[in-house]
Nanobody, 124 residues
Framework: QVQLVESGGGLAQAGGSLRLSCEAS????????MGWFRRAPGKERKFVAA????????VHEDSVRGRFTISRVNAKNMVYLQMDSLKLEDTAIYYC?????????????????WGQGTQVTVSS
């Protein structure tokens, strides 16, 4: 049974930082593309970032590029999202997801497995 468990969400001030973690189990982690998505209140789920199986390649959505960084440690079955210079509009539930094959990674339908999400709230 595949499980993706996010942690690290919470309340942060604008301009501050948070680090999200996602622990994966039940899948061959090193063969999986890992991604982060978010759903803001009243909005659709949107792509945030993805990392290739080896960690060599990453892609970040335009609004977070330069502020957020996705990374992974395959030996620990972990993927991370370092979020710096947080803005009010970063408030959302953040989801970790796993896919096969590093292509079209910005599309949610590419991902087979999803975590339950972790709430991030940015205040002024």
């Amino acid at each position: 049974q595949v499980q993706l468990v996010e942690s690290g969400g919470g309340l942060a001030q604008a301009g501050g930082s948070l680090r999200l973690s996602c622990e994966a189990s039940g899948l061959t982690f090193g063969d999986s593309v890992m991604g982060w998505f978010r759903r803001a209140p009243g909005k659709e789920r949107k792509f945030v970032a993805a990392v290739s199986q080896s960690g060599r390649f990453t892609v970040h959505e335009d609004s977070v590029r330069g502020r957020f960084t996705i990374s992974r440690v395959n030996a620990k079955n972990m993927v991370y999202l370092q979020m710096d210079s947080l803005k009010l509009e970063d408030t959302a539930i953040y989801y970790c997801a796993a896919a096969q094959g590093y292509y079209d990674v910005q599309y949610a339908h590419r991902y087979d497995y999803w975590g339950q999400g972790t709430q991030v709230t940015v205040s002024s």
